[in-house]
């Protein structure tokens, strides 16, 4: 009786989940499609030597070429270079940014984090295009602003030394609406009761920034340093059309460099391996940033 009454309850509840599934059925097709199976399938690649009519299994000699190759070790160092522009500019920005905002009217806040997601929900494409233009030698802001001072205009995008502090801006000015709102959020939500009892035990403001709100509102910090560093370890549309790779293979980032192989030279299996190495690259300095912002912790 228990079994035939189990049974037509779970006959009702067919309809919902099938509901249920045709509802997720795209999303993880999607998942498995263009995610899971491209994964896979580059970990195979990247140990065997691909052309357009055939595939040879080569074992790990993609991987000793690319350890041998000088152009490798610059696309790292210029990765982890426009890293050290970005991540400290977007995670201590999102901190100034927040702090300043939060005493202000919530109409101030709303239109502060508007202001700052335009350029986020704005074509990639387009903006570099425009940052471009505007910081040619040749023509653009910059080199009008330079005409009217009497000045040299500034080779922002053939000078190594400001090329990449300038792809480094550009890419902040991308990400930095998301932490904002994060951070901004974390520290609306956090108990103002800490904050009172810290003032009545004779805080200052540096204080309770230091003690206070800053350990109150660190496991989002270590979200945004964690998703910042992976975002920007993959940087490319930006050196891409900014700068082509130059000047002298200064912006050519890990993942420039793996299209390069892959779209440019054809060479699959090369790509293959690049990859891997950048997703190790990545695994390596979120599992350090995970412990670097868990030290101290209290659970």
């Known amino acids: 009786m228990k079994q035939a009454a189990q049974l037509k309850r779970d006959r009702k509840k067919l309809p919902e989940m099938l509901f249920i599934i045709a509802f997720l059925a795209p999303w993880m097709a999607d998942i498995l499609v263009f995610k899971i199976y491209p994964f896979f399938y580059g970990i195979y690649i990247s140990f065997c030597k691909v052309t357009y009519k055939s595939m040879k299994f080569i074992g790990l000699k993609n991987y000793i070429d690319t350890f041998e190759r000088s152009l490798f070790w610059d696309s790292l160092l210029a990765t982890f270079k426009i890293c050290l522009v970005t991540i400290p500019l977007i995670v201590l920005g999102s901190l100034l940014i927040s702090f300043t905002i939060h005493h202000c009217s919530k109409r101030f806040k709303n239109m502060t984090k508007v202001a700052l997601y335009l350029p986020a929900v704005t074509s990639e494409i387009v903006l570099a295009i425009v940052w471009k233009n505007m910081f040619s030698s040749s023509f653009g802001l910059s080199a009008s602003m330079c005409n009217i001072l009497g000045i040299k205009p500034i080779e922002w995008l053939t000078n190594a030394s400001l090329t990449v502090p300038l792809v480094g801006v550009l890419v902040t000015t991308l990400c930095i609406a998301q932490p904002v709102i994060l951070v901004s959020t974390a520290i609306d939500n956090m108990n ?108």
């Open 192 to 299: 103002e009761s800490l904050l009172e009892a810290s003032a009545l035990d004779g805080a200052n403001k540096l204080q309770q920034l230091w003690h206070v709100t800053l350990p109150a509102i660190r496991p989002t910090i270590a979200f945004v340093m964690i998703t910042t560093t992976i975002g920007n370890l993959q940087v490319f549309y930006i050196p891409f059309l900014l700068t082509g790779g130059g000047p002298e293979n200064a912006t050519v980032t890990m993942l420039y460099l793996v299209y390069k192989n892959a779209f440019e030279y054809g060479n699959y299996g090369l790509a293959g391996a690049q990859g891997m190495i950048l997703f190790v690259v990545i695994g390596i300095m979120v599992c350090l940033q995970y412990r670097f912002t868990r030290a101290g912790s209290v659970d």
